[in-house]
């Protein structure tokens, strides 16, 4: 069969699972996220086993996951696009230095504890420095969508989205200061080891304002419905394309989220956009979470060995005791010192992306490190989501189900 016909099947598969699967864990009061991550999980295990890759000749999960790359990075450009549209300054003002201060404190606490912790364990300076600075990254998505699923609404939710969309910014420059770190030790230190982060960050928040700027443009130039949708798929993909462009190196997440918050707070035309937006997403991000869940290797799990275990636990306990000391330093309020760290643990892309770079520092540890990343990015985006879920009926920002 034709390749672009194959995409369409897996497409048309995918979607039905995903639509087979939320009614399943509905009957759990599950998250959907969570059975969107399972299905594609089985779905990962079943068709890569050796009976079914002989009968199609070859693995047909990796083929899928290859194949839907692309919706993978468009799902990603427009959870951060969600993400930006809640910082809107007047609302950001009331908000305070709040999210700010726990971004920091989370991220700082996670690094702190986790290299101090895999120190102790290995005695090796740079492998504990590395997977510190990978421990600080967040992953925004199933955050978000539970929130939106469930229509969170008091202090932890409006705290919590600033919160995720910092950490992308901390994290990256955790992870410069403590690989510059590392490579003192290696005799491979370079300044630009600790600029590159801040290029980055820079670089990415300026491209993102001035696609933001064209974007307001073009919404007050069309002022019909099907045309401001054409112009916000563009947009964003416009923003992943050229973000990941190798001579550029930006962060999608960050030019996709400088994007919507130049749009919220220059256009007055942009709630009907981002409504339209949020009921055209729903596919793209099913098929995201099936393809994140069909791409995670099980076989990891029994590898991780003792350094994998304090990774996954200390990392936990890091975010929990930094998101407190943080809300605490600004006052927050107390349901948000309390409870706003569960709402932390989940960590998919990013730090699989870190973890790859990391291989230059310590190459001798980087399959373990991988390993180590991996399986706990299964551990997290499976409880993640549940436990997200959990502190919102515990705050009474969501109804408990009857």
Known sequence: MDAKYIILIYIAVGLFLC????????????PNVTGYIII???????????????FFGKDVAQDMVTKFDIIKDLATGFIAFSIGTEFEFKYIKKLGKSPIVI?????????VLVAGGIFLVTRNIQLALVMGAIAAATDPAATILVAKQYKAKGPISKTLIPVVAIDDATALIMYGICVAIAKTFTGHFSIMT??????????SLVFGIILGLIFTGLIRLYT???NRLAITIAMVSLCVAVSNLEFLSFSPLLACMAMSVTVVNVSKNWGPVFEQMDRMTPPIFMIFFLVTGAGMDVSVIPKIGIIGLVYIIVRVVGKMIGANLGARMSHAHEKVRKYLGIGLIPQA????????MCSSVVPEYSNQIMAVVVCGTIIYELVGPILTKIMFQKTGEIKKES
Request: overall charge positive; aromatic content about 6%.
């Open 19 to 30: 639509l087979i699967a939320g009614k399943i864990v509905k009957q759990f009061k599950l």
């Open 40 to 54: 594609g999980l089985l779905a990962g295990i079943l068709l890569g086993t050796n009976q079914l890759q002989h």
């Open 103 to 111: 971004a920091i404190m989370e991220s700082a606490c996670a690094v």
């Open 194 to 203: 600790i600029i590159e982060p801040f290029k980055e960050i820079f670089g």
């Open 224 to 226: 019909g419905r099907g």
């Open 349 to 356: 892309g990013v730090a699989i992306g870190l973890a790859m």
